[in-house]
């Protein structure tokens, strides 16, 4: 079993930043994929941005520079930091871990841009 417990979600005005953090436990070995995706009700969930094992980033189109995806391999934890953020980033945040193949995804975290 792998446990993913995200943080950091919140109220925060347009322009203003937040720092997610997720936290993976349980049964890891070694070094895996990590990522942030987001969702609005009604929308697909899109991919916010992801980290390889050997911490080659990616990010979502709509990123624009605004966000930055970190990881501690230590702690088996992802963080993001979202700067810039605008009403459209308002959404529920998901980590999600990929080990041998299999996707495992966390409960979520709300954010919401507003003020």
């Known amino acids: 079993q792998v446990q993913l417990v995200e943080s950091g979600g919140g109220l925060v005005q347009p322009g203003g930043s937040l720092r997610l953090s997720c936290a993976a436990s349980?049964?890891?070995?070694?070094?895996?994929?990590m990522a942030w995706y987001r969702q609005v009700p009604g929308k697909v969930r899109e991919l916010v941005a992801e980290v390889t094992a050997t911490g080659r980033t990616n990010y979502g189109g709509f990123v624009k520079g605004r966000f930055t995806i970190s990881r501690d391999n230590a702690k088996n934890t992802v963080y993001l930091q979202m700067n810039n953020l605008n009403p459209t980033d308002t959404a529920v945040y998901y980590c999600n871990i990929v080990i041998r193949f299999t996707d495992y995804w966390g409960k979520g975290t709300l954010v919401t841009v507003s003020s």
């Open positions: 349980g049964s890891i070995l070694g070094i895996n994929p």
